[in-house]
């Protein structure tokens, strides 16, 4: 955390410094600006021309300082974003608060394990992960929680999460560009439209009468000036003026549908350029970092200066709202018209760019999450992987979103039994043991590090049912939702190895019901080559082991009654679960005599 409340105070004192010259230079802007009103005032009232070159003096300078102000704005947010990005993991490290995007948006309850292990919304995974700022970047990061990778993709994050985790300078700078940039969904929607839209450049007489016209008009301004006969040469200007005016206004249609209603979007484009810029200039040694670059420089395209080169484009066809702009500059030169057949030739040809840009980003940013919960949490463990069929087990493995101070961490291995009976009396851990388990699995799947000392694994595909609802929607009970999950585990693992979770199935009946029905499930699930923990607290489904020994172990968590209280140690052992609390916690309750 030490580094975190460095830099923050370093970007404070630094947001300082350029708030004070922000508010000089504005000072500054407004004494220019009443200066260029006085100075014009005498040179009218006065008829002299000392003052009118003063007056045009002041403007340029005052065209100066509107770009350094400008400037001074940019850097303000640029530092207020890296400041308050080392403000909040300062928050979330010492007061273990979450100001972070909770992706409540990609809540699903059919989700094979996303709902059960809160893998989205208030405290969730993804909260406790997420340092996007981008839409792009959310979605790309949610999408990797919600599916397993590959041996050799997970193998690659790893690399890479273990590179980017010691660029922690390098990471805040492409989270507070992305900050800027504003890329919400809307924006990325209509980028990705605008980038895959087809283009119709302008016809070659357009063009043609866009060069023709300004020059004609040029040579009328002469003309007038140096012709004894200036009438003429008046209406003439006048008439071209007009001409040049009515061909650009022709246009806007064209230029508004480019810009898709979207306001500023050359700050987006402008922003993606400076992200692209920054991984263009770090050095990598990952293949997928490496890669990146790749894409980013092919068909000899250099992204970042393309994007500049966009950015500016869009900025100049945003003009078209400007009156001022609109009528002076088009009257004289058709301005927006060459403006736009830049932008229709840089589109045609490169328009693709923007889409890739945009999804590289978006990668970098879900891999910057990762990198920065490794580099938050450095105990943790990458864990090996293994072929399929091979070592799987976790040492002090545990849930790494409980507070360390109160976490507590246990050992489970599934290499000589590959399915765990789990019991224990009511409040002793099964059900945070078994999120545990998940929890660390999705994390393992997409090469992130996991809350253990020591880890193998080999990707399975992860079933989670612990937390069913149900549905009055649907006229659906509880028991059918449960058996539907239930049946859809079963029809997985049939096709293929699994990793299965489950917490207390079948509730929804009686106890007989109940009972027959959980052996009956674990018989059909342990048939198939299936890996997982069942949670009960019916004693006699644990007498499946006797059984099936070399599949099956019977695991538990005890507590002790001491002193008229309850203590659990939340620690796993071997065998069956001996106590009950639950009459005990009534009794003490005064619910039962």
């Not at 770009?67 to 490290?93: G, P």
């Not at 007061?95 to 919304?121: N, Q, V």
């Not at 001022?324 to 328009?351: A, I, S």
């Not at 028991?479 to 509730?507: G, H, S, T, W």
Request: aromatic share 12%; net charge neutral; with cysteine.
């Amino acid at each position: 955390m030490e580094i975190y409340t460095k830099r923050k105070e370093v970007f404070e004192k630094k947001y300082n410094k350029i708030r004070s010259k922000y508010r000089i230079v504005g000072a500054i802007r407004l004494i220019v600006f009443f200066a260029i009103v006085y100075f014009f005032y005498l040179a009218v009232s006065r008829a002299d021309s000392t003052f009118l070159y003063i007056t045009g003096a002041g403007i340029v300078a005052f065209i100066i300082l509107l770009k350094i102000h400008a400037e001074y704005s940019w850097r303000m947010r640029y530092v207020q974003a890296l400041l308050d990005i080392n403000k909040d993991e300062v928050a979330f490290l010492e007061k273990d608060e979450r100001p972070f995007d909770d992706g409540s948006e990609f809540i699903t309850t059919d989700h094979p394990y996303a709902f059960d292990l809160d893998i989205f919304g208030k405290k969730s995974l993804f909260q406790y992960l997420n340092r996007t700022s981008s839409y792009i970047g959310k979605d790309k990061l949610a999408t990797l929680l919600k599916y397993k990778l590959d041996k050799e993709n997970i193998l690659e994050n790893q690399d890479t999460i273990k590179e980017l985790s010691q660029k922690v300078e390098w990471r805040q700078e492409i989270n507070a560009y992305s900050r800027i940039s504003n890329l919400d969904k809307l924006a990325y929607e209509r980028l990705k439209s605008w980038s895959n839209s087809s283009v119709e450049l302008l016809s070659k007489s357009r063009i043609v009468l866009a060069y023709v016209f300004p020059i004609l008009l040029g040579l009328s301004i002469i003309a007038y000036f140096i012709s004894s006969d200036s009438t003429l040469f008046g209406y003439l200007i006048s008439f071209l003026f007009s001409i040049n005016l009515v061909i650009a206004s022709s246009n806007v249609k064209a230029i508004q549908k480019e810009l898709g209603g979207a306001d500023k979007v050359h700050e987006t484009i402008n922003s993606y350029s400076s992200i692209i810029k920054r991984i263009e200039k770090e050095h990598f040694t990952t293949n997928k970092m490496t890669g990146f670059l790749k894409e980013l420089k092919k068909d000899s395209f250099h992204a970042s200066k393309e994007l500049k080169v966009l950015s500016r484009l869009f900025e100049q066809l945003e003009t078209v709202a400007n009156l001022f702009v609109m009528v002076v500059f088009n009257g004289f030169v058709q301005y927006h018209v060459h403006v736009l057949n830049r932008f229709l030739l840089w589109k045609k040809e490169k328009g693709h760019l923007v889409q890739t840009a945009i999804e590289i980003v978006g990668e970098v940013e879900a891999l910057n999450s990762l990198a920065n919960f490794s580099y938050n949490n450095r105990t943790y463990t990458f864990p090996t992987v293994s072929e399929e069929g091979g070592e799987m087990y976790f040492n002090e493995l545990g849930h790494p979103l409980i507070n360390e101070q109160k976490r507590v961490c246990n050992d489970i291995s599934f290499n000589n039994q590959r399915f765990v009976i789990l019991t224990g009396s009511n409040m002793s851990g099964k059900s945070t043991f078994l999120r545990t388990v998940g929890v660390n699995l999705v994390l393992a799947n997409i090469g992130a590090p996991i809350c253990a000392n020591q880890a193998a694994f080999f990707p399975l595909p992860l079933f989670v049912s612990m937390r069913l609802t149900d549905s009055l929607e649907d006229s659906e009970s509880y028991f059918y939702a449960e058996v539907k999950q239930l049946k859809m585990i079963i029809e997985k693992v049939q096709v293929e190895p699994c990793f299965v979770l489950l917490d207390e199935i079948l509730r929804g009946t009686n106890s007989d019901d109940k009972q027959s029905g959980t052996i009956g499930v674990i018989h059909k699930l342990i048939r198939e080559q299936t890996y997982g923990v069942i949670a009960t607290h019916d004693l006699e489904v644990c007498n499946t082991t006797h059984v099936y020994p070399e599949v099956l172990i019977n695991k538990c968590f005890e507590v002790e009654i001491k002193e008229d209280d309850l203590n659990f140690d939340y620690k796993i052992r071997d065998g069956v679960c001996q106590n009950k609390n639950a009459t005990f916690i009534m009794k003490k309750m005064q619910i039962i005599d």
